[in-house]
């Protein structure tokens, strides 16, 4: 799954989004969204969904190879 983290980086990157604005849409900490996003924090399905809506994906776009 780590590629899947890199493609979430990328794809928050081409959407012009920071992680601060990532956090604040979340409702999280900038930390927090911060380490979802480097494999310091295990990502749970509900927050996997959350970030798919943002971006307008569905979660296996972003998180499954």
Do not use: V
Not at 21 to 39: R, T
Not at 41 to 49: E, G, P, Q, S
Not at 52 to 58: E, G, S
């Amino acid at each position: 799954m780590g590629s899947s983290y890199i493609k979430l980086t990328k794809i928050r990157k081409e959407k012009k989004y920071s992680y601060e604005e990532m956090a604040e849409m979340l409702g999280i900490s900038k930390c927090f969204y911060w380490q979802i996003e480097h494999k310091k924090r295990r990502l749970y399905y509900d927050m996997a969904k959350r970030i798919a809506i943002i971006f307008n994906l569905k979660p296996d776009d972003i998180f499954f190879e």
